[in-house]
């Protein structure tokens, strides 16, 4: 069954450094999302992607982050000097039912910024 | 600002019984209504997706809507000690090509053999 991936599972960097987190989505999808989830908060809606552009960010989705779509298969999510309030799950969904919007996630990447 | 609201728990049921969880959204205008499931340190695992008022059952598990309360649920039948985990409700906001989705922050489950 076709599955989204993400990569690494857990990143480790030092407040101030630049990191990327990757997403492959289901090849047949059409939006892809990036999320976060604070531990033991909820989940939070960063960024949504179509048709090569984002369609919708969020407020914490400001001049620190930007996606990118690079290769046709690769989604990702770049974080500019990081912070270390961005320690956080980041997950990566993606759907390709018009209708139904149902949304299926990757397994997550495990940010810690020291 | 759209809100999901659940009752955070514990939710601490028996083995075998039926656990009801319960969600709230503040906005009339959602069309999309969604159950994830999540254990520890993994991510959301969709459970039920429901769009029409009513019931909708898959298996152990049955979602009921109500729009008219702003109001959806997930009942889960003879509950197993694997069940034990958060459920997130999720709700979507469909604008054009707007589909995010806003989260509750979960009922945690405990299911006790």
């Known amino acids: 069954e076709p599955e989204v991936t993400q990569t690494p599972s857990h990143q480790v960097t030092q407040m101030g450094q630049e990191v990327i987190l990757r997403c492959v989505p289901i090849?047949?999808?059409?939006?892809f999302y990036w999320y976060r989830q604070i531990l033991g908060q909820k989940v939070e809606f960063l960024v949504s992607?179509?048709?090569?552009?984002?369609?919708?960010k969020s407020e914490i989705f400001d001049d620190q982050f930007s996606v990118e779509r690079p290769d046709g298969s690769n989604f990702t999510l770049k974080i500019r000097s990081t912070k270390l309030e961005d320690s956080a799950m980041y997950f990566c969904?993606?759907?390709?039912?018009?209708?139904?919007?149902?949304?299926?996630f990757g397994p997550g990447t495990r940010l810690t910024v020291l | 600002q759209k809100e999901v609201e659940q009752n955070s728990g514990p939710l601490s049921v028996p083995e075998g019984a039926i656990a009801s969880l319960n969600c709230t959204y503040s906005?009339?205008?959602?069309?999309?209504f969604f159950w994830y499931r999540q254990y520890s340190g993994k991510s959301p695992e969709l459970i039920m997706s429901?769009?029409s008022n009513g019931d909708k059952e898959d298996g152990r598990f049955t979602a009921q809507l109500n729009k008219a309360s702003q109001y959806v649920s997930l009942l889960i039948r003879d509950s197993q000690p694997s069940d034990s985990a958060t459920y997130l409700c999720?709700?979507?906001?469909?604008?054009?090509?707007?589909?995010?989705?806003?989260w509750g922050l979960g009922t945690s489950l405990a299911v006790n053999p």
């Open positions: 969904a993606s759907t390709g039912e018009v209708r139904t919007d149902t949304q299926y």
């Open positions: 090849s047949n999808h059409l939006y």
């Open positions: 992607f179509y048709n090569n552009e984002i369609s919708e």
């Open positions: 906005d009339r205008g959602s069309q999309s």
């Open positions: 429901i769009y």
């Open positions: 999720a709700v979507n906001w469909n604008a054009g090509n707007n589909r995010k989705l806003i």
